[in-house]
Each structure stands twice: as structure tokens, then as C-alpha cells.
């Protein structure tokens, strides 16, 4: 049986997080875009009234050297206040290690221009993306 559910990934900042989904094959990831707290939740909200939500994948911040970065603690809460919200859907952590700086390199491959790339919305959205499309690469392919 095919699943059709989306899965959402998160790349938690301290003032906004970035958002991206999978397509309901889970094969590609898309950036929604960044959000404050409460706008995030609203949109995954919505995203959830159109569509069954069957995983959350969300960065884990690992410093280069493997240590745990600075906002660890941040992202644990967050964690916290989206499982409370979503019971039931699984969490994973994914490691976030360079996934900004991906960003703004694919941005910059892509032709975008340096201004539109300067806005942080665009990298946090990207960064999620990146996040997730990980994610999906490493399961196991089972369509």
C-alpha cells in the first residue's frame, strides 16, 4: 500500500524556522518558506487539513567537530512543543551540518540573484529543503 502522506522538516532559528515538504511519493522535497513561531504552526496546520502529516524531520545543530552546537537546547524545545501539538507523528533529528552554507550555494548555482539571496527567509526555507531531501535519500526505496 502507497502512503501518501507529506513529511514536513524544519530548520529551527531563533526567529524564524525554515519549512519544507515532501511530495506525497516521498521522493522530492520543496521549501515552503521561513516563519515566528506562531505563523509556523499555523502553516502546518493548514498543510495538515489538506493533506495526512506522517513524519517530522527536523535539524539537529552538530557542530564540525561532532559536538553539539549552541542550539541544541532551542531546537530540543521546539521539538517538545511539536510533539505536544502533533502526538503521534514520529520525530526524527537530522544532522544540520552545513546545510546553510549548501544553501547559499545552491541559490547562487541556481542564477538567483545576491540581493533576493541575502534575504535570511529564503536560506532558512532552503536549509529545511536540504534537511529533508537527506532525509528522503536515505530511506529505503520501497515504491
Known amino acids: 500500500m502507497v502512503n501518501y502522506s507529506r513529511i514536513l522538516a524544519f530548520d529551527v532559528g531563533q526567529k524564524r524556522t525554515g519549512l519544507a515538504q ?67 507523528i514520529p520525530v526524527t533529528l537530522v544532522d544540520e551540518r552545513f546545510t546553510s552554507v549548501m544553501a547559499k550555494q545552491q541559490m547562487i548555482d541556481s542564477g538567483m540573484k545576491k540581493k533576493k539571496r541575502q534575504q535570511k527567509g529564503i536560506v532558512d526555507a532552503t536549509a529545511a529543503c536540504i534537511i529533508l531531501q537527506e532525509f528522503l535519500d536515505q530511506q529505503p526505496n520501497t515504491r
Open 22 to 88: 515532501s511530495d506525497p511519493m516521498h521522493i522530492i522535497a520543496s521549501p515552503i518558506g521561513a516563519f515566528g513561531e506562531r505563523d509556523l504552526f499555523e502553516k502546518v496546520n493548514a498543510i495538515a487539513a489538506r493533506n495526512p502529516l506522517g513524519h517530522f524531520v527536523v535539524g539537529w545543530p552538530v557542530g564540525q567537530n561532532g559536538q553539539l552546537g549552541s542550539s541544541t537546547q532551542m531546537v530540543e524545545q521546539f521539538v517538545k512543543r511539536l510533539k505536544s501539538r502533533f502526538p503521534g
